[in-house]
C-alpha cells in the first residue's frame, strides 16, 4: 500500500497549487481520502475529506472556498486545488486514506483512525 503526495512548493500569497495524492495497494474507490497539514508549532488539521464512492465532501471552515478537493477514479488519485492562498496556509500537506465513511466531516475531525498515510509535501507561502 503506497500513498504519494506532491505539488507542494513555494508560492506567493494569492498563488495557487494543485497536490496530487496517488495510490496504490488498495481499491481506491472504497475509500476516502483526507487532506491534512500541519503548520509548525499548531496541531494537524483535517482541510479536505472525499469519499470516493460517493464524491461527498467536507472543507475545514478555515479554507473553505479557497480548496477544492477532488478524485479521479480511473487514476487512483486525489487532487487539492488551492487557490488564493495566504501566508497561514504554510504547512505540510498530507494524505490519507479509510475505508468509506458516513460522514466525511467526522474523518476531516480525527474521529477516525486513518488507514494509511502519505509522506507530506510542503507548501510555503509567501507574504
Known amino acids: 500500500v503506497q500513498l504519494q503526495a506532491s505539488g507542494g512548493g513555494l508560492v506567493q500569497a494569492g498563488g495557487s497549487l494543485r497536490l496530487s495524492c496517488t495510490a496504490s495497494?488498495?481499491?481506491?474507490?472504497?475509500?476516502?481520502i483526507g487532506w491534512f497539514r500541519r503548520a509548525p508549532g499548531k496541531e494537524r488539521e483535517g482541510v479536505s475529506c472525499?469519499?470516493?464512492?460517493?464524491?461527498?465532501?467536507f472543507y475545514a471552515d478555515s479554507v473553505k472556498g479557497r480548496f477544492t478537493v477532488s478524485s479521479d477514479i480511473a487514476e487512483n488519485t486525489s487532487y487539492l486545488q488551492i487557490d488564493s492562498l495566504k501566508p497561514e496556509d504554510t504547512a505540510v500537506y498530507y494524505c490519507?486514506?479509510?475505508?468509506?465513511?458516513?460522514?466525511?466531516?467526522?474523518?476531516?475531525?480525527?474521529?477516525?483512525?486513518?488507514?494509511?498515510w502519505g509522506e507530506g509535501t510542503q507548501v510555503t507561502v509567501s507574504s
Open positions: 472525499i469519499n470516493n464512492s460517493d464524491g461527498n465532501r
Open positions: 490519507a486514506a479509510h475505508p468509506r465513511v458516513a460522514y466525511v466531516k467526522a474523518l476531516c475531525l480525527g474521529y477516525y483512525g486513518m488507514d494509511y
Open positions: 495497494g488498495f481499491v481506491f474507490e472504497d475509500y476516502a
